[in-house]
């Protein structure tokens, strides 16, 4: 095969495995030769699990040559973030004081995916309760960009998405609260798809709150369904799961015909001139495509952004509330004032935030119903440095400093496009790759109707054709 074979999609390296082109041994050897080879400059991973994943692919390779039923993931190397529990393994949530940790059971998604064949080979950096939009933690150390060693890979999965990007791995997977996996795909160059409220179960051990999903981050689109057709579903675990399962069909119609909303910054964001180039750019491929394309006025304003902020300051309150006494100060900066702040909020407080939602929709929803989709960017700026002080005042967006809000839940949000989506939550999300500035990968959301995830895959899956990214690679 190929030096190249780490590159393989799953869609690929599954077809081959069954028309016995290439072995699951051969796929993990190459894997980890890669991560033997350039994680030391990424520093993507908390741990590595080489030698059980070399026995797993050995025993998925006797699987397919004997003919025998294998999963829809069979021998595929997957890294798990570590913050989704894997039964029996230290999962540390990027926190020292989860440092010797040990879930009982498996996170939902992950027992699906392992369930489905799939092989951890590793598990991904996330920053401390994968609060912050870079990848760098007081327990792991910092992770970088594989485009730019200097800059983030974005977060929080951000060691998944540098894992993907660079052939560390086939598949990863990632939570997303605010844009911890649309940021990091868009920042890494890669696909992720943000499924709507409910599509896939969530862990049990982490607070019900449709503003958190799970989610696929890959290579291209197929693999993203595949992933999602693994882990969709009712499960028993969590209440709000849906059903009946949503199967991605394997072959997706083109969206000719279609009319495509577009907004630059929904509403109230100042994005990066460079970023609105390339984001509009990649928006008239839908033109090529035979779409319609309309500037629109999402209409949402600030106060947006404080309902958000608040909403991650009580998450963090809820989750780690309880050790803040005893650990605050070997706590991630951002994560202590987080907590602080989270502690002092009210519960009316915390409920106007569904209020703030409702008027969210009111202008969302119409402007969906006479559209197809919604495109805008991921991000406001290129990415951020690896080691960004986000209680520092200095990023700037076209010369101009943040000027909302003066505290680090303000400025970290302040420059995503991403966390809007999250406060309607039943809209799924793609993010798919836009072009280049200054070197760095930028990134395109593709929102569709609450619940219409298969609208959101046809599109991507066009616009994939249109536009392919995937021979693009880091420069490591």
């Known amino acids: 095969m190929s030096d190249e074979l780490h590159y393989i999609t799953a869609t690929e390296a599954i077809a081959a495995f069954k028309a016995r082109t290439l072995s699951p041994v051969e796929l993990m050897d190459a894997v980890i030769a890669r991560i033997e080879a350039i994680n030391d400059s990424l520093n993507a991973f908390t741990y590595t699990f080489f030698d059980r994943a070399r026995d797993q692919a050995r025993a998925a390779e006797a699987a397919y040559a004997k003919g025998a039923e294998t999963g829809p993931l069979e021998g595929i190397p997957i890294v798990i973030k570590d913050l989704h529990a894997v039964a029996g393994e230290i999962t540390t949530m990027g926190s020292k004081a989860f440092a010797d940790h040990r879930p009982e059971k498996s996170a939902p998604t992950v027992e699906r995916l392992l369930a489905a064949g799939a092989i951890m080979h590793a598990r991904s950096t996330t920053p401390e309760f994968a609060h912050g939009p870079y990848c760098k933690s007081d327990l792991w150390g910092v992770s970088r960009n594989p485009w730019n060693t200097d800059m983030s890979p974005g977060g929080s999965t951000g060691g998944g998405a540098a894992a993907v990007a660079t052939g560390m791995t086939v598949l990863a997977d990632g939570t997303d609260a605010a844009g911890s996996i649309r940021n990091p795909c868009a920042q890494c160059g890669i696909f992720g798809f943000d499924p709507p409220f409910g599509r896939n179960p969530l862990d049990s051990g982490l607070p019900r709150e449709s503003f958190l999903h799970y989610g696929p981050m890959t290579r291209t689109v197929a693999d993203a369904a595949l992933m999602q057709n693994v882990t969709a579903g009712p499960h028993l675990d969590d209440a709000c799961s849906l059903r009946p399962k949503l199967e991605i069909p394997d072959e997706l119609a083109p969206v000719k015909g279609w009319k495509v909303a577009v907004s630059m910054d929904l509403g109230y964001f100042n994005v990066d001139e460079g970023v609105q180039k390339a984001v509009r750019e990649a928006t008239r491929t839908f033109e090529e495509l035979g779409c319609t394309l309309t500037d629109v006025d999402v209409g949402w304003d600030f106060g947006v952004l404080d309902a958000q902020t608040t909403f991650q300051e009580t998450l963090l309150a809820a989750l780690a509330g309880d050790l803040y006494p005893r650990w605050k100060y070997e706590m991630d900066a951002m994560v202590r004032v987080g907590i602080e702040r989270g502690l002092q909020l009210s519960a009316k407080r915390f409920y106007d935030i569904n209020f703030v939602r409702g008027r969210m929709y009111e202008t969302l929803g119409p402007i969906l119903e006479e559209h197809d989709i919604l495109l805008c960017p991921v991000t406001a700026v290129p990415g951020l440095p690896a080691v960004h002080d986000l209680l520092d005042t200095s990023l700037r967006i076209n010369g101009k400093p943040l000027t909302y809000g003066n505290l680090p839940g303000d400025k970290w949000l302040h420059w995503q496009l991403s966390y809007p989506f999250n406060m309607v939550p039943e809209c799924p999300v793609a993010a798919v790759p ?38 693009k690679r880091p420069p490591i």
């Open 434 to 471: 836009a072009g280049f500035v200054d070197g760095l990968p930028v990134g395109m959301q593709i929102v569709g109707r609450t619940y219409d995830d298969i609208a959101v895959f046809r599109a991507a899956a066009d616009y994939e054709r249109a536009r392919p990214w995937r021979h």
